[in-house]
């Protein structure tokens, strides 16, 4: 396993994390399962916090627009990496499988961040339920960068447009979810938010509940 100081430059392009994720990276007997969507911070956070007892692996980021596939491909690597490691952690929320995920991580006896999905832990779950946003639609850095292998195909936009306000039509505003304070990002997130015709409400983050799951 690599340090990840050796990570290259390909190996955490967007579209690696999205269709590939990321093989294990790091010394430490304490691995980290999470979401290919995750990498850069999981990483980030190791490093500013000289995490250096944790080893990361992420899966792909695209099984979140099949959320049915996730408890399984998480089974599957806590099955392939449990005797090489003392602990596992699981950086996912629900993320839209319906508790299975968490029933999964119970049954496998393996710690999982508790939130629904990284929005939530991002905002904190502290203040998060509280603000009631049904209408609401979020981004991350992750997904902004991402905008349109994630939400304007697959929804069909690119080809039907017109479908536009059957998805979005009851949204009232777009929130970004800012985890890094780059402007760039705030651009696209700009631009996202006209495309789907909706105010944007930026909000600065960092790393949120992640952090704290990950020096606990």
């Known amino acids: 396993m690599s340090d990840i100081s050796r990570i290259s430059g390909e190996a955490l392009t967007d579209a690696n994390l999205r269709d590939r994720g990321l093989a294990q990276t790091g010394t430490g007997k304490t691995l980290v399962i999470a979401c290919g969507a995750l990498a850069r911070e999981v990483l980030a956070i190791i490093r500013l916090n000289g995490l250096d007892h944790l080893t990361l692996t992420c899966l792909p980021a695209i099984l979140h627009n099949d959320p049915a596939k996730i408890p399984a491909a998480v089974e599957r690597a ?94 009232e505003k777009l929130v970004y979810l800012a985890q890094t304070d780059d402007p760039a990002l705030t ?23 992640l952090d704290r799951f990950l020096r606990t």
């Open 78 to 171: 806590i099955d392939e990496h449990r005797a090489d490691y003392d602990h596992i952690l699981i950086a996912y929320g629900d993320c839209g499988t319906g508790g299975l995920l968490q029933a999964l991580c119970d049954k496998k006896g393996v710690t999982m961040i508790d939130a629904p999905h990284c929005y939530a832990f991002f905002d904190g779950m502290d203040q998060f339920p509280d603000r009631d946003e049904p209408t609401t639609y979020y981004l991350t850095d992750f997904l902004a960068r991402q905008f349109d292998a994630f939400v304007w195909k697959p929804l069909g936009l690119d080809r039907y447009p017109d479908l536009l306000h059957a998805y979005f039509g009851n949204y």
């Open 187 to 209: 651009e696209i997130a700009k631009t996202c938010a006209a495309r789907l015709e909706l105010p944007l409400e930026r909000r600065f983050t960092g790393y949120g509940d």
